[in-house]
């Protein structure tokens, strides 16, 4: 079982001032390994098909939505499952001490979507973007070593640190985060970028309501 994790929004609290009202957290899980390569080797093909040069990376946030749409179609036949976390971060819901901090409002992010998961994951090789927020990283890392040493059921097997740009399910995981946010949001194509991966959906949770 592999799990790929990324984020889409910002920890930071100062909405007014530009921080994102939301931050999601994708967990996308592939059981059977021989499924992710084919996805994988499927969205390496992607680029080329567009015109771009190998190497292009694909973030939901800066693609166009042209490029949105190639991607999300052409993942859409594959087997693959994912749940997601909404961090609202909206200061008349959220409140508590932990969540004045980045640090704890990671950590807290991070395990509510793994609790959620934990029914569904057994033997996990859990991957993560390298190149991602280094307070991210850490903390998440952090958090899943701890969830290895007190799970005698062996929820997760290995934790890696993989750059995005060799990884294109990371690339996947980053999409899967950028639908969930601009979905929460109800922006334009929220809708029409979500059909693709509905049906894939085990859990997103919103919080606090």
Same mark, same amino acid.
């Given at each position: 079982?592999?799990?790929?994790?990324?984020?889409?929004?910002?920890?930071?609290?100062?909405?007014?001032?530009?921080?994102?009202?939301?931050?999601?957290?994708?967990?996308?899980?592939?059981?059977?390994?021989?499924?992710?390569?084919?996805?994988?080797?499927?969205?390496? =093909?992607? #680029?080329?098909?567009?015109?771009?040069?190998?190497? %292009?990376? +694909?973030?939901?946030?800066? &693609?166009?939505? /042209?490029?949105?749409?190639?991607? =999300?179609? #052409?993942?859409?036949?594959?087997?693959?499952?994912? %749940?997601? +976390?909404?961090?609202?971060? &909206?200061?008349? /819901?959220?409140?508590?001490?932990?969540?004045?901090?980045?640090?704890?409002?990671?950590?807290?992010?991070?395990?509510?979507?793994?609790?959620?998961?934990?029914?569904?994951?057994?033997?996990?090789?859990?991957?993560?973007?390298?190149?991602?927020?280094?307070?991210?990283?850490?903390?998440?890392?952090?958090?899943?070593?701890?969830?290895?040493?007190?799970?005698?059921?062996?929820?997760?097997?290995?934790?890696?640190?993989?750059?995005?740009?060799?990884?294109?399910?990371?690339?996947?995981?980053?999409?899967?985060?950028?639908?969930?946010?601009?979905?929460?949001?109800?922006?334009?194509?929220?809708?029409?970028?979500?059909?693709?991966?509905?049906?894939?959906?085990?859990?997103?949770?919103?919080?606090?309501?």
């Amino acid at each position: 079982m592999l799990v790929f994790i990324d984020e889409s929004g910002d920890v930071g609290l100062k909405i007014k001032e530009g921080s994102s009202r939301f931050f999601v957290i994708s967990l996308v899980v592939f059981e059977d390994h021989k499924e992710a390569e084919a996805c994988d080797k499927r969205i390496s =093909l992607i #680029a080329r098909e567009l015109g771009y040069n190998q190497g %292009f990376i +694909f973030h939901f946030k800066d &693609n166009s939505h /042209k490029i949105r749409l190639a991607f =999300l179609e #052409a993942v859409a036949p594959y087997d693959f499952f994912y %749940f997601g +976390f909404v961090l609202d971060k &909206n200061p008349q /819901k959220l409140w508590g001490k932990g969540f004045k901090f980045k640090e704890s409002l990671y950590k807290s992010t991070c395990s509510y979507v793994f609790e959620n998961a934990k029914p569904y994951l057994r033997d996990a090789i859990v991957i993560i973007d390298k190149s991602g927020k280094r307070v991210f990283r850490s903390q998440l890392a952090t958090y899943l070593k701890k969830r290895i040493n007190d799970e005698p059921n062996a929820i997760i097997k290995k934790v890696k640190m993989q750059p995005d740009r060799g990884n294109s399910l990371l690339q996947l995981a980053d999409y899967v985060a950028g639908v969930i946010n601009r979905h929460a949001q109800g922006k334009k194509f929220s809708d029409e970028y979500r059909r693709f991966i509905a049906a894939k959906e085990i859990n997103v949770q919103i919080w606090p309501k």
